[in-house]
C-alpha cells in the first residue's frame, strides 16, 4: 500500500464511518442550558452544540447540522466523549485533541490516555486542510461553554 | 469501470485528444507518486512552457520600468508592454488597443468599473442586474457601491438544469436598470449564457453591460464587438498565463468619460499640488507600475492558444465534456448539478453519501485535482440547497485518461465509504 493510501485508511478509520452514518446525540435539547453554533463558511459545514451543565459536569450533549464525515464523526464522538465530565477535563480534553491534530511531535508523545476513542483522528494530522474539519465541533463547544454569541469558526 | 466503457461506445462519442500535455511542465510531476491528473482549470489553469520561457526571457534580457525612461531597455520594455496590449485587443476583436486596460485580473477589472464608472454614473434606486450565476467577485464589487450610491441589486433567478430564467430576465430589466453585469460562463455550473441577446435586450432599455468572462476566454472565441456588450474582463491566469495578470475591456467612448480610481505615476498628465490632470485611457486606469512581464506572458499564452487554435479547444473541450458527462452520469449515486444545454467543460457533481471535501480528499489521493466547496458562489449553492459541490473544470490538456483517472478515483471513495452500487 502506497503511503497515501495508508495515510488515507488512518484518516478514514471505520469508526468515523460508522459515527458519520450514525452520529450520535443527533438532536437538539430543548433542556440544553448552554448551546453554541459553528459554522465553516468555505467548506459549507454548519453545526449546533447543546449542553446542560450542571455543578461543573457536563451532563448532557448533543448536536445538530452538517458536515463532512470527518466533521460529523467528530462532533459525534465528541458529546459522547464529554457527557458526565467536569468542564474542567472537557477543556483539557480540547486542548490534547488540538494539539494531537496539529504538533507532529504529539504522535511519539504517549501520554496522552485520555482522549480514548478520540485517538482515531490522530490521522487527520497527515492532512493539514481537514484539521479545520475534526475541530469546529470542538471550538463550538468551547464557544458554548463560555457563552460567546458568536459562531465558532475553524477556517 | 468496463460496463461505462461499453456505456460510452454505444454513445458514440469520440473525443479528440490534443495532445498537448507534454507542453506543460508541471504535468509530469507526480503527486502522492500518481500522475497528475489535473482537473481544477476553473480555478486555474497550468502554463506552458512557452509562458513560463516568456516570463523569465523578460526579466533575462527585457526588464526596465515603461513609460518613462529615455534609455533603450525602457523603450523596448515599453514596447514589449504595449504590444501585448495589441495582442490582447486582436484576441478578442476589440476596435482600438486602447479600450484594453491591464489589470491584477478578472476581480480588479470589476471593481474598477464599479468604482470608476459606477461611482460617477449610479444614483440612489438605480438598479444592477446580476445573476443567481454570478461569482462572488461580480456581486461583492457591486454590493459595495451600492453601499455608496444607493443604487439597488435584482437578481435574475435560474432553472433547475442551471439555466437564466429569461422570462425573469425580461421582467427585471426596466428603465431603472442601469447596468447588467452578468457572467459569460457560470464558474460553477458551466453555464454559458446567451450574452448577445442579453445585451441587446439591455442596451434597448438603455443599460449599460458588463461581461465576466473569467471562465469564457480559455474555452471558445470572444469577439467583443460581436458580443456587443460595453465591458468585458478576463484573467491570465485562466488563460494559460500567469497569475496577477488580467484585462477590462470598455468601450473607449466609457473610458474617456470615466475618472480615475486608483492616483499616482502612469496614470497623470501634469501634478502640482494645485490639482493634478490625468493622462487618457488606459493608462489613466495604470496608476503605479504594472505587472510588465506578466503582460508579456499573458501574450505568449494568447499566442500559444491562438497556434493551436480556440476554435479547435472549444471543439475538444465539448467533447470531452460530453465524453465526461456520460462517464459520470453512469455511475451510480453520482448527480450532476447544472445540465444547461449550453456548456462549457465545466463538470459540478454531488455523491451520494459523501461530502464534496471527503471526496476531494480521497480523489487527491489518486492525484486527481478537483475543486470541492461552494466555488466562490454561495447564491448559487444556497439556490441549489447545497453547501457545496465537487467540481471537476476541463483544460486543452485533459483527455479521455484523465476522465478515466475521475472515474476510478470516484469509484474508489465509494469503496472507501461503502457506497458503491453493485446494481447493474
Same mark, same amino acid.
Given at each position: 500500500?502506497?503511503?497515501?493510501?495508508? *495515510?488515507?485508511?488512518?484518516?478514514?478509520?471505520?469508526?468515523?464511518?460508522?459515527? *458519520?452514518?450514525?452520529?450520535?446525540?443527533?438532536?437538539?435539547?430543548?433542556?440544553?442550558?448552554?448551546?453554541?453554533?459553528?459554522? *465553516?463558511?468555505?467548506?459549507?459545514?454548519?453545526?449546533?452544540?447543546?449542553?446542560?451543565?450542571?455543578?461543573?459536569?457536563?451532563?448532557?450533549?448533543?448536536?445538530?447540522?452538517?458536515?463532512?464525515?470527518?466533521?460529523?464523526?467528530?462532533?459525534?464522538?465528541?458529546?459522547?466523549?464529554?457527557?458526565?465530565?467536569?468542564?474542567?477535563?472537557?477543556?483539557?480534553?480540547?486542548?490534547?485533541?488540538?494539539?494531537?491534530?496539529?504538533?507532529?511531535?504529539?504522535?511519539? *508523545?504517549?501520554?496522552?490516555?485520555?482522549?480514548?476513542?478520540?485517538?482515531?483522528?490522530?490521522?487527520?494530522?497527515?492532512?493539514?486542510?481537514?484539521?479545520?474539519?475534526?475541530?469546529?465541533?470542538?471550538?463550538?463547544?468551547?464557544?458554548?461553554?463560555?457563552?460567546?454569541?458568536?459562531?465558532?469558526?475553524?477556517? | 469501470?468496463?460496463?461505462?466503457?461499453?456505456? &460510452?461506445?454505444?454513445?458514440?462519442?469520440?473525443?479528440?485528444?490534443?495532445?498537448?500535455?507534454?507542453?506543460?511542465?508541471?504535468?509530469?510531476?507526480?503527486?502522492?507518486?500518481?500522475?497528475?491528473?489535473?482537473?481544477?482549470?476553473?480555478?486555474?489553469?497550468?502554463?506552458?512552457?512557452?509562458?513560463?520561457?516568456?516570463? @523569465?526571457?523578460?526579466? @533575462?534580457?527585457?526588464?526596465?520600468?515603461?513609460?518613462?525612461?529615455?534609455?533603450?531597455?525602457?523603450?523596448?520594455?515599453?514596447?514589449?508592454?504595449?504590444?501585448?496590449?495589441?495582442?490582447?485587443?486582436?484576441?478578442?476583436?476589440?476596435?482600438?488597443?486602447?479600450?484594453?486596460?491591464?489589470?491584477?485580473?478578472?476581480?480588479?477589472?470589476?471593481?474598477?468599473?464599479?468604482?470608476?464608472?459606477?461611482?460617477?454614473?449610479?444614483?440612489?434606486?438605480?438598479?444592477?442586474?446580476? =445573476?443567481?450565476?454570478?461569482?462572488?467577485?461580480?456581486?461583492?464589487?457591486?454590493?459595495?457601491?451600492?453601499?455608496?450610491?444607493?443604487?439597488?441589486?435584482?437578481?435574475?433567478?435560474?432553472?433547475?438544469?442551471?439555466?437564466?430564467?429569461?422570462?425573469?430576465?425580461?421582467?427585471? &430589466?426596466?428603465? @431603472?436598470? @442601469?447596468?447588467? !453585469?452578468?457572467?459569460?460562463?457560470?464558474?460553477?455550473?458551466?453555464?454559458?449564457?446567451?450574452?448577445?441577446?442579453?445585451?441587446?435586450?439591455?442596451?434597448?432599455?438603455?443599460?449599460?453591460?458588463?461581461?465576466?468572462? !473569467?471562465?469564457?476566454?480559455?474555452?471558445?472565441?470572444?469577439?467583443?464587438?460581436?458580443?456587443?456588450?460595453?465591458?468585458?474582463?478576463?484573467?491570465?491566469?485562466?488563460?494559460?498565463?500567469?497569475?496577477?495578470?488580467?484585462?477590462?475591456?470598455?468601450?473607449?467612448?466609457?473610458? !474617456?468619460?470615466?475618472?480615475?480610481?486608483?492616483?499616482?505615476?502612469?496614470?497623470?498628465?501634469?501634478?502640482?499640488?494645485?490639482?493634478?490632470?490625468?493622462?487618457?485611457?488606459?493608462?489613466?486606469?495604470?496608476?503605479?507600475?504594472?505587472?510588465?512581464?506578466?503582460?508579456?506572458? &499573458?501574450?505568449? /499564452?494568447?499566442?500559444?492558444?491562438? /497556434?493551436?487554435?480556440?476554435?479547435?479547444?472549444?471543439?475538444?473541450?465539448?467533447?470531452?465534456?460530453?465524453?465526461?458527462?456520460?462517464?459520470?452520469? /453512469?455511475?451510480?449515486?453520482?448527480?450532476?448539478?447544472?445540465?444547461?444545454?449550453?456548456?462549457?467543460?465545466?463538470?459540478?457533481?454531488?455523491?451520494?453519501?459523501?461530502?464534496?471535501?471527503?471526496?476531494?480528499?480521497?480523489?487527491?489521493?489518486?492525484?486527481? !485535482?478537483?475543486?470541492?466547496?461552494?466555488?466562490? /458562489?454561495?447564491?448559487?449553492? =444556497?439556490?441549489?440547497?447545497?453547501?457545496?459541490?465537487?467540481?471537476?473544470?476541463?483544460?486543452?490538456?485533459?483527455?479521455?485518461?484523465?476522465?478515466?483517472?475521475?472515474?476510478?478515483?470516484?469509484?474508489?471513495?465509494?469503496?472507501?465509504?461503502?457506497?458503491?452500487?453493485?446494481?447493474?
Amino acid at each position: 500500500m502506497s503511503n497515501i493510501d495508508s *495515510n488515507l485508511r488512518e484518516l478514514y478509520q471505520e469508526v468515523i464511518f460508522d459515527h *458519520n452514518r450514525q452520529p450520535r446525540n443527533f438532536h437538539a435539547l430543548p433542556e440544553a442550558d448552554h448551546h453554541a453554533d459553528g459554522h *465553516n463558511p468555505l467548506c459549507g459545514d454548519q453545526l449546533t452544540v447543546y449542553l446542560r451543565i450542571a455543578g461543573d459536569k457536563v451532563v448532557d450533549a448533543s448536536f445538530v447540522g452538517h458536515g463532512c464525515a470527518i466533521s460529523t464523526a467528530s462532533a459525534s464522538l465528541m458529546t459522547e466523549a464529554i457527557k458526565g465530565k467536569p468542564v474542567a477535563e472537557v477543556e483539557a480534553l480540547f486542548r490534547a485533541f488540538h494539539t494531537m491534530l496539529t504538533d507532529a511531535n504529539a504522535a511519539e *508523545n504517549e501520554a496522552q490516555p485520555e482522549l480514548g476513542k478520540l485517538a482515531v483522528f490522530a490521522g487527520v494530522r497527515e492532512f493539514p486542510a481537514r484539521v479545520k474539519c475534526a475541530t469546529l465541533a470542538w471550538h463550538t463547544l468551547h464557544n458554548a461553554i463560555i457563552g460567546a454569541q458568536a459562531p465558532a469558526r475553524t477556517e | 469501470m468496463n460496463a461505462v466503457t461499453e456505456d &460510452l461506445s454505444v454513445n458514440k462519442l469520440t473525443p479528440t485528444r490534443l495532445g498537448l500535455a507534454h507542453d506543460f511542465p508541471i504535468l509530469a510531476r507526480p503527486v502522492h507518486g500518481r500522475r497528475l491528473v489535473y482537473l481544477d482549470n476553473g480555478a486555474t489553469t497550468q502554463k506552458p512552457e512557452a509562458v513560463i520561457e516568456a516570463e @523569465r526571457r523578460f526579466y @533575462r534580457e527585457s526588464n526596465a520600468n515603461i513609460h518613462r525612461g529615455v534609455h533603450w531597455l525602457s523603450q523596448h520594455a515599453t514596447d514589449l508592454y504595449e504590444a501585448s496590449r495589441v495582442t490582447v485587443q486582436r484576441f478578442i476583436n476589440a476596435a482600438h488597443a486602447d479600450e484594453v486596460v491591464f489589470t491584477r485580473g478578472t476581480t480588479e477589472a470589476i471593481n474598477l468599473v464599479a468604482q470608476s464608472w459606477g461611482r460617477n454614473t449610479l444614483r440612489a434606486g438605480d438598479e444592477i442586474l446580476l =445573476t443567481t450565476l454570478e461569482h462572488h467577485s461580480n456581486i461583492v464589487p457591486w454590493q459595495l457601491l451600492c453601499e455608496q450610491t444607493g443604487a439597488v441589486i435584482k437578481v435574475v433567478p435560474i432553472s433547475d438544469a442551471g439555466e437564466l430564467d429569461l422570462d425573469a430576465f425580461d421582467a427585471l &430589466l426596466s428603465e @431603472r436598470t @442601469r447596468l447588467v !453585469a452578468i457572467t459569460h460562463v457560470s464558474n460553477a455550473l458551466g453555464t454559458i449564457n446567451p450574452v448577445a441577446m442579453l445585451t441587446a435586450k439591455a442596451h434597448a432599455v438603455g443599460a449599460t453591460v458588463l461581461v465576466d468572462g !473569467a471562465q469564457a476566454v480559455a474555452h471558445h472565441k470572444v469577439d467583443v464587438q460581436a458580443l456587443g456588450c460595453d465591458f468585458y474582463a478576463f484573467s491570465g491566469h485562466k488563460l494559460y498565463g500567469p497569475t496577477g495578470i488580467g484585462v477590462l475591456w470598455g468601450r473607449a467612448g466609457l473610458l !474617456a468619460a470615466m475618472p480615475p480610481w486608483q492616483g499616482g505615476g502612469d496614470m497623470i498628465r501634469t501634478v502640482s499640488f494645485e490639482g493634478s490632470t490625468y493622462a487618457d485611457a488606459p493608462q489613466r486606469f495604470e496608476a503605479g507600475t504594472p505587472n510588465i512581464a506578466g503582460s508579456v506572458a &499573458l501574450a505568449a /499564452a494568447i499566442d500559444y492558444v491562438s /497556434a493551436i487554435g480556440i476554435e479547435r479547444i472549444a471543439a475538444h473541450e465539448h467533447a470531452l465534456l460530453a465524453h465526461a458527462t456520460a462517464a459520470l452520469a /453512469a455511475i451510480p449515486g453520482v448527480r450532476l448539478i447544472g445540465t444547461a444545454a449550453n456548456k462549457a467543460g465545466i463538470l459540478s457533481f454531488m455523491v451520494e453519501r459523501i461530502h464534496p471535501h471527503d471526496l476531494g480528499t480521497i480523489l487527491d489521493s489518486e492525484g486527481v !485535482a478537483i475543486r470541492a466547496g461552494h466555488h466562490c /458562489a454561495m447564491p448559487l449553492m =444556497t439556490r441549489f440547497k447545497i453547501p457545496g459541490t465537487a467540481r471537476a473544470s476541463l483544460g486543452l490538456y485533459n483527455d479521455e485518461a484523465d476522465i478515466a483517472a475521475l472515474v476510478a478515483a470516484i469509484h474508489k471513495a465509494q469503496d472507501l465509504f461503502g457506497t458503491r452500487s453493485t446494481a447493474p
